[in-house]
């Protein structure tokens, strides 16, 4: 019997503490994301493309595109991203620090999924050139009930079982998180059990 994949019961945010946590750089503007990312280029701890806040904008607008399509108005107009499963390894130097939050803690009419992140799953389904490595599940925004479906079938990144050979670069399933309440729920106990009350 074939023992199907299921999904993580966690998700990760990891970010850099001098930019903070539960933030997105498509809320700044333009010259503001330009000179974070610049000082990211600098401390050499990531490759960023000169074009990446271009490119980030434009994978958004169509993120946004989807939510409104897949679950409507949503508390928060723009994602606050996050990875399916345990990823607070500190293996990014750009963002070495991880909040893992139970994946329950959100309702489903908060979430949505691509596979692999968003930035890659979109130029995977419609540049030519990625046309050999191109998936059914590329190019697509999930919901909850669809990525566990999507996960049934494919496995999870990094899982040999998968029916059909993962792209090389479906490395994660990212999340998108549309609702930040939940964070600030969640946070309140990790705030006051630091202050030691």
């Known amino acids: 019997m074939v023992r199907r994949a299921q999904l993580p019961t966690v998700i990760t945010h990891n970010y850099d503490p001098h930019f903070g946590a539960f933030r997105n750089i498509c ?56 990875f399916l499963g345990n990823f607070a390894d500190g293996q990014d130097p750009s963002r ?57 079938e494919h496995g999870m990144p990094g899982q040999s079982s998968a029916s059909v050979a993962l792209a090389p670069q479906d490395k994660f399933i990212e999340v998108q998180v549309w609702d930040d309440e939940p964070i600030r729920r969640w946070l309140v106990p990790t705030v006051v059990g630091s202050a030691g009350t």
């Open 27 to 82: 809320t700044l503007p333009d010259s503001e994301a330009e000179a974070f990312l610049d000082r990211i280029r600098a401390n050499g701890h990531r490759t960023i493309k000169p074009n990446y806040l271009r490119r980030r904008r434009q994978v958004e607008d169509w993120l946004i595109s989807e939510r409104q399509h897949r679950l409507g108005r949503t508390p928060l107009e723009r994602p606050i991203y996050f």
């Open 96 to 152: 070495p620090r991880s909040h893992v939050l139970p994946l329950a803690t959100f309702p489903a009419q908060a979430l949505t999924f691509t596979f692999p992140d968003s930035m890659a799953s979109l130029p995977l389904a419609t540049l030519p050139d990625h046309r050999q490595d191109r998936r059914d599940y590329h190019g697509r925004v999930f919901t909850l009930a669809e990525v566990e479906e999507v996960v049934r």
